[in-house]
């Protein structure tokens, strides 16, 4: 918000007007004053564009997104499927596949990668 993307109105004592539809504004200014606090966010496109001025979309929305790593199926043994849901859109994509058929195992996102472990392969 303050990269110069956008004008900055300032007033006499220092203060910076910001001029945006005050619907959603108090959610977000509560979740920045206390980020560690549990809430359910607006599941709309009003909200996600507020949320995107202000360049927070990777810190509010960072854990709405599930990953699904390959499982077995009876008669295909193992898979190799990769999947990732948006829950904000409610959409899945398709990624790019494991390298290697896997299944029981495990997955943790860490330090802006995921990491999939303790697997059985065909």
């Known amino acids: 918000m303050f ?3 956008f004008p900055e109105d300032i007033d006499e004592n ?11 504004f108090g959610i977000i200014l509560n979740w920045l004053r206390d980020r ?3 809430r359910e966010f607006p599941r709309n496109e009003a909200f996600l564009h507020e949320v995107q001025y202000y360049g927070l979309q990777e ?7 599930l990953y699904v790593f390959g499982g077995r199926e009876e008669r ?10 948006d829950c ?4 899945w994509t398709v ?26 392969q065909d």
């Open 3 to 5: 990269s110069g993307r």
């Open 14 to 24: 220092g203060c910076i007007f910001i001029d945006r539809d005050p619907t959603h």
């Open 36 to 38: 560690g606090a549990p």
């Open 59 to 65: 810190s509010m929305y960072n854990s709405n997104v």
């Open 76 to 85: 295909q043994g193992y898979g190799r499927m990769n999947e990732r849901f």
């Open 88 to 91: 904000i859109h409610n959409k």
């Open 95 to 120: 990624l790019a596949p494991m390298p290697a058929p896997r299944g029981y195992h495990a997955a943790v996102a860490l330090g802006g990668r995921l990491y999939v472990c303790g697997l059985f």
